[in-house]
């Protein structure tokens, strides 16, 4: 995995998401990057929902998977 060989080397990795699609899988991942930028280009349900084509729930799941990244950092 690139992430892995990036740490081995003692590289600087970085990781920006939006949350939306965040699994508990990418912990290994996420516990390597030196830093995560979020991306959340509304300030509310109905504009993400607006913007995206989307259904407003999925605001909240992407609010609720970035506040879960933030103790899987190092």
Request: glycine share 10%.
């Amino acid at each position: 995995m690139l992430a892995g060989a990036v740490h081995v080397s003692d590289m600087a990795f970085g990781l920006i998401t939006n949350g939306s699609n965040y699994n508990s899988g990418m912990d290994g991942i996420l516990s390597q990057a030196t830093w995560i930028r979020v991306s959340l280009d509304a300030p509310d349900s109905e504009t993400h929902a607006k913007i995206h084509r989307t259904t407003p729930d999925q605001f909240g799941v992407s609010v609720k998977m970035i506040r879960g990244l933030a103790p899987k950092t190092r």
